[in-house]
């Protein structure tokens, strides 16, 4: 959360998140606050998540990747 803080400091318009939650389970639910309201103030936001429960739930697009290729593309319901 802290790398996150300290990216917004320079107000970008695209913000790169690795994985993200891979924390404790009591943080997951924060981290997703975040992203859900960075999302709201129009940040872009590439989100690169095993979890694809949680990842599909504050996504607009959705890219399944497999060996490098995508293999499924689609527009979240959200």
């Known amino acids: 959360m802290l790398a996150i803080a300290r990216t917004l400091m320079g107000n970008p318009d695209l913000l790169l998140l ?9 943080i997951v ?3 997703m606050n975040i992203i ?3 999302k ?6 590439l989100l690169v998540e095993q979890n694809s429960v949680m990842a ?3 996504s ?6 497999d060996d490098g290729r995508i293999v ?3 527009l979240s319901k959200n």
Do not use: F, T
């Open 40 to 45: 709201k103030k129009e940040i872009s936001i």
């Open 60 to 65: 607009d697009r959705c890219y399944i990747l």
């Open 72 to 74: 499924h593309e689609s």
């Open 29 to 31: 639910r924060e981290v």
């Open 56 to 58: 599909l739930a504050v």
């Open 18 to 26: 690795d994985e993200p939650l891979r924390v404790g389970p009591k």
């Open 36 to 38: 859900e309201d960075l």
